[in-house]
């Protein structure tokens, strides 16, 4: 896990301080609500519905167990006693006092924690498959050259200021558990026949109003190059993205209107004059990153029969299946903690969890936590043998909940309850849905679905790339509900196909049970949901829809 060195503790420590000052200054009516702007969403707050929103930045979704407690703490002190993790592995705070936010910004410094470009239109936190460093099929651990973009990105002078948010995710495993090609750049590491690192380029990907996948723009790119590839990109978009417009100011805007081959012709010329130069990486400095993430002292253990293990008893026999994930080291297995109980957000975590977690993360692991895209948790590294007894306290938790990557493993936007750009609420819907199908054999019938959940065009709940997506809207003042189909995210990503006219929010769990039982009338032995809607395509789902 990356330690702060003496730049991060000294740059931190000297936002807090500022953001203290300027605090103070707008509280004193010194400073106007229009100049505070800027300066508090470089701080990672927000004003929404009923109180400032604070997001706090976890750098490729990695925690540790001291930074958990901090968090418990902060949440219990300054907040209602719960927090929110978002879709791009942050930790959210719903309720914090803006007099307050200093504090808390001083308190996240103590367990080297900040909320640094969390907000605002620059570098945003960069993200990373949260198996990082422990998957069965990683070609590479992403998290150095994550750490590599954070530290070039963190307070960097010409991006302060880019015409619009700017998302970076990095995938180093055969499975894209990162959603790459729907991000402002996406990075696919690869190795060739000698084991040699290089990256797939992605740009110009992402959601929002104009949902796009990204495209390719160059292959096989060497490491030691990464930031001036970068850097090449980001000075384009800085020169030519539009500012005139926010809607249509995102990079996949300028990708799309120029062409993905023009584009690529202007980072040539612009990468031209800085490819061999300061920003070069040298094989030292690629080294020095991965030293931060050197792995821990694992046992030499048997592995285990998981068949034989998953005997002891049926509840856990179900997590085991749908929770747990294959190591690359034997005798160990990954275990995702389900933040989806039903009646609570999907995504929320109390005070009081996050302090057990923390606990549970050193007793049967070695205190590292990883946050998920999809709103949950991870411990990375438990022995297989310890499985059951950690399954038992997890099951006190009300997080372990033992459907991983089925319809009820939701992501959800916090919606109207919160957010003031909702046009719907999202949370009641994802409650509806859950309680629909609560029955645990049918979800395991369905097989692999993902549905996700946004208030507003924003997608902050990824709907576009949900199998099925579902999108609050304003009808007259009336909250609806449009729902899509065929989402995808991964290397084979696909955007969902509108089912038609949007839907009151009473008819959502009804619509989405016709849609399921056409799906099950359809498809083939074995068959996903998303590969039967490949194969069939959207009228037979329509035609059941709205019958």
């Not at 094989?283 to 931060?292: L, T």
């Not at 009641?428 to 054999?441: G, L, S, T, V, W």
Request: glycine share 6%; with cysteine.
């Amino acid at each position: 896990m990356y330690i702060y060195d003496h730049f991060d503790r000294q740059i931190v420590s000297q936002r807090v301080a500022q953001f203290r000052d300027q605090t103070q200054r707008y509280l004193d009516g010194k400073i106007s609500d229009e100049q505070f702007l800027p300066l508090r969403l470089q701080n990672g707050l927000y004003i929404q519905r009923l109180a400032p929103m604070m997001r706090i930045a976890v750098p490729y979704g990695t925690m540790s167990s001291i930074q958990l407690r901090k968090l418990a703490h902060i949440s219990r002190k300054y907040d209602k006693g719960y927090a929110h993790i978002s879709t791009r592995q942050n930790v959210q705070l719903n309720w914090p006092k803006l007099e307050e936010v200093p504090d808390i910004l001083a308190e996240l410094l103590e367990v080297e924690m900040h909320a640094v470009q969390t907000s605002g239109n620059c570098i945003r936190n960069t993200t990373a498959d949260q198996f990082s460093g422990v998957a069965a099929d990683e070609i590479e651990d992403a998290r150095p050259y994550c750490e590599i973009i954070r530290q070039w990105s963190t307070f960097h002078p010409e991006f302060a200021f880019l015409p619009r948010k700017f998302k970076i995710a990095v995938c180093g495993s055969k499975s894209d558990r990162a959603a790459i090609m729907m991000h402002d750049i996406g990075l696919q590491i690869s190795h060739d026949t000698s084991g040699k690192t290089a990256f797939n380029v992605f740009v110009g990907g992402g959601l929002g109003r104009t949902p796009v996948i990204g495209s390719l723009i160059y292959e096989n790119l060497e490491p030691q190059h990464l930031l001036t590839y970068l850097e090449a990109i980001l000075r384009v978009y800085n020169q030519l993205g539009r500012r005139d417009n926010k809607f249509k100011a995102r990079i996949k805007i300028l990708v799309r209107a120029m062409g993905a081959e023009a584009f690529k012709a202007e980072v040539e010329k612009e990468w031209a004059h800085i490819k061999d130069g300061d920003l070069t990486l040298s094989a030292e400095e690629i080294d020095r990153a991965k030293s931060f993430f050197q792995s821990p002292s694992y046992e030499t253990l048997a592995q285990q029969d998981m068949q034989a293990l998953a005997l002891e008893n049926a509840d856990f026999a179900r997590w085991l299946q749908h929770n747990t994930h294959e190591h690359k080291i034997p005798g160990y297995r990954i275990v995702t903690l389900a933040l989806k109980t039903v009646g609570v957000a999907p995504g929320d975590i109390t005070a009081e969890q996050f302090e057990a977690v923390a606990d549970l993360s050193e007793r049967y692991g070695f205190g590292e936590i990883r946050s998920t895209h999809h709103q949950n948790l991870v411990l990375p590294d438990v022995k297989q043998a310890d499985l059951l007894a950690l399954w038992k306290e997890l099951d006190k938790l009300e997080v372990a909940s033992p459907t991983v990557g089925t319809l009820n493993d939701i992501i959800c936007c916090p919606g109207g309850d919160f957010c003031s750009l909702a046009n719907a609420k999202s949370i009641p819907i994802a409650e509806a849905i859950q309680r629909r199908f609560d029955d645990i054999d049918y979800v395991y019938d369905l097989g692999e679905i993902e549905l996700n959940i946004s208030g507003c065009m924003n997608a902050c709940g990824h709907h576009h790339i949900g199998n099925i997506g579902i999108l609050g809207v304003d009808k007259k003042g009336q909250e609806f509900y449009q729902v899509s189909l065929g989402g995808s995210q991964g290397l084979e990503a696909s955007l969902g196909a509108i089912l038609g006219p949007s839907f009151a929010q009473n008819q959502v769990p009804d619509v989405i049970e016709k849609v399921l039982e056409t799906y099950v009338s359809l498809r083939q032995p074995e068959e996903r949901f998303l590969d039967t809607f490949r194969r069939v395509g959207i009228n037979p789902f329509k035609e059941s829809a709205y019958a």
